[in-house]
C-alpha cells in the first residue's frame, strides 16, 4: 500500500487539487481508495463529495476508532474528511506519529491512501509526513515557489529519520502555462533547485476550466472531463507515483 502526501508551505499552489485529482486517477483505475483531509478548511472533503459535517479527521487523531470514520462517496473514494476543530492541532513533533498509529488497521484494506495537509508546517503536516510512502510538493510558477520548495524537502528530510519509508516523490508545476518566457525561466530554477534539494521535477499540470467545474459540481475529472489537459496531466502523474517503488 502506498500512502501519499501533497504539501506545500504557502496556499494557491493547487496542493489540494493535486490530492483530489490523484484520488480520483487511483479510482478511475479501480484501486481501493482513502482519502485523509487534514486541512481545517475541508476542501478535499468537499471536491471528493464528503460531508465535512460528520466526525472524521480530528476524531480520529483524538483516538476514535477509524472504521466509524470512513465516508463511502459517490465517486468511489472513501474519505476521512477534515474540519476547522483541526486548527486546534498545535502540540508539535512529540505527537507526530498519532496519525501513522491510526490508520495502522487500514493498511490491509487499501491500496492507497491520499493525504492533504494545511499549507504551512505545523502538527498536522508533520503527522502526514509521518506516515506517509510518498510526498508530492506542487508549486507554481512564481517567484515565492524556490524558497518554499527548500523548506518543505527540509522538512520532510527530516521527518525521514523517524520514518525512513517517506520518499520525497517530487515536485509538479500546477495550472503552468508554457508561453510566458518568466514561467519557462521559473521552471527550469525549480527543476535545478529540486535536483539540489532532492526532489525532482516530475512535470507541469496544463490549466483548464473543466477541473475547477468538476469541483464545482463534486464530481471526479475523470467522469466529467477524462480527456481534458489537468486529467491527462495527474493520470501522468499518477501513473508516475504507481511505478515508483
Do not use: W
Request: contains cysteine; charged residues 20%.
Amino acid at each position: 500500500m502506498k500512502i501519499i502526501t501533497t504539501a506545500a508551505i504557502k496556499g494557491g499552489t493547487g496542493k489540494t487539487t493535486t490530492a483530489a485529482a490523484l484520488a480520483q486517477a487511483a479510482a478511475a483505475a479501480n484501486k481501493k481508495v482513502l482519502a485523509i483531509d487534514t486541512d481545517p478548511q475541508a476542501n478535499f472533503s468537499f471536491f471528493l463529495g464528503a460531508d465535512q459535517n460528520r466526525a472524521g479527521c480530528y476524531d480520529l487523531l483524538h483516538g476514535t476508532d477509524p472504521g466509524q470514520l470512513i465516508q463511502a462517496t459517490e465517486q468511489g473514494i472513501d474519505v476521512i474528511s477534515g474540519s476547522p476543530d483541526l486548527a486546534t492541532e498545535r502540540t508539535g513533533q512529540s505527537s507526530a506519529k498519532r496519525l501513522q498509529r491510526a490508520i495502522e488497521p487500514l493498511r490491509a484494506v487499501y491500496d492507497y491512501i491520499f493525504i492533504d495537509t494545511p499549507p504551512q508546517i505545523g502538527e498536522l503536516t508533520l503527522n502526514a509526513l509521518q506516515a506517509s510512502t510518498g510526498l508530492i510538493i506542487p508549486l507554481e510558477a512564481d517567484n515565492s515557489s524556490l524558497q518554499g520548495l527548500y523548506q518543505i524537502t527540509d522538512v520532510a528530510h527530516q521527518m525521514q529519520r523517524s520514518n525512513p519509508k517517506l520518499a520525497i516523490l517530487g515536485t509538479i508545476l500546477t495550472r503552468y502555462d508554457s508561453r510566458p518566457k518568466i514561467n519557462r525561466y521559473l521552471q527550469q530554477a525549480i527543476a535545478a533547485a529540486g535536483a539540489e534539494s532532492g526532489s525532482p521535477y516530475l512535470l507541469a499540470i496544463r490549466p483548464g476550466i473543466a477541473i475547477r467545474e468538476a469541483q464545482a459540481l463534486q464530481k471526479s475529472i475523470y467522469d466529467y472531463a477524462p480527456q481534458s489537459n489537468p486529467a491527462r496531466d495527474y493520470l501522468a502523474l499518477f501513473g508516475i507515483i504507481e511505478a515508483a517503488a
